[in-house]
């Protein structure tokens, strides 16, 4: 079974550091583009950041640029979303997706975002 | 960065009617490829979103053919031939053109 799995979301102080996780399973991990997306409570979804099939290459929302970094380990099947300088504002669910690019072959094929973590909460609060 | 706008933000719909939502997006999603770069998610209450079209118009693996994609350059339609109950939640369109990728503020499927 396809699936994602993140871990690591807890109630931390502002200005402190967190460290998401995203456990892949049931799909080649190191083919696919992985993305983070957020929910602050009751809005919308925000997107956060994503990182290349072989981690070279990562993007992230003026938001948290700067602050955040996002890595993958390829060989655990492990995407990481390492937090720091935290703010109220970034209180919300975390979400990991597979995607939106996938490597087959020598091609790159966007596939929308189309398996999704079920979140991981973290709330910013003193 | 893209702004995208829906419409309408609330949307009550009957079993067994047809739905239709709007995506607007401030610059045209045209790839040089050819393909248009907007997908569409629905948010069931309490759940992780899903991703229901990609590109514009390709269906995602499992979704309902009742569900369809279409438009181009800045204007994009979702649509639901027949609106089941399962149906109710927040659909959500994102370009997927250029870095940072922007959502739409959603809107709410209800069911009458």
């Known amino acids: 079974e396809v699936q994602l799995l993140e871990s690591g979301g807890d109630l931390v102080q502002p200005g402190g550091s967190l460290r998401l996780s995203c456990a892949a399973s049931?799909?080649?991990?190191?083919?696919?583009?992985m993305t983070w997306v957020r929910q602050a409570p009751g809005l919308g979804l925000e997107w956060v950041s994503v990182i290349s099939d072989d981690g070279t290459t990562t993007y992230f929302a003026d938001s948290v640029r700067g602050r955040f970094s996002i890595s993958r380990d390829n060989s655990n099947n492990t995407l990481y979303l390492q937090m720091s300088s935290l703010r109220a504002e970034d209180t919300g669910v975390y979400y990991c997706?597979?995607?939106?690019?996938?490597?087959?072959?020598?091609?790159?094929?966007?596939?929308?975002?189309?398996?999704w973590g079920q979140g991981t909460t973290v709330t910013v609060s003193s | 960065d893209i702004v995208m706008t829906q419409s309408p933000l609330s949307l009550p719909v009957t079993p067994g009617e047809p739905a239709s939502i709007s995506c607007k997006s401030s610059q045209r999603l045209l790839h040089s490829n050819g393909l248009h770069y907007l997908d569409w998610y629905l948010q069931k209450a309490g759940q992780s979103p899903q991703l229901l079209i990609y590109l514009g118009s390709h269906r995602a693996s499992g979704v309902p053919d009742r569900f369809s994609g279409s438009g181009s350059g800045t204007n994009f339609t979702l649509k639901i031939s027949r609106v089941e109950a399962d149906d109710a939640g927040v659909y959500y369109c994102?370009?997927?053109?250029?870095?940072?990728?922007?959502f739409g503020h959603g809107t709410k499927v209800e069911i009458k």
């Open positions: 997706a597979r995607g939106p690019v996938e490597k087959v072959g020598d091609n790159h094929n966007y596939n929308g975002m189309d398996v």
């Open positions: 994102m370009q997927g053109l250029q870095i940072p990728r922007t």
């Open positions: 049931g799909f080649t991990f190191g083919n696919c583009g």
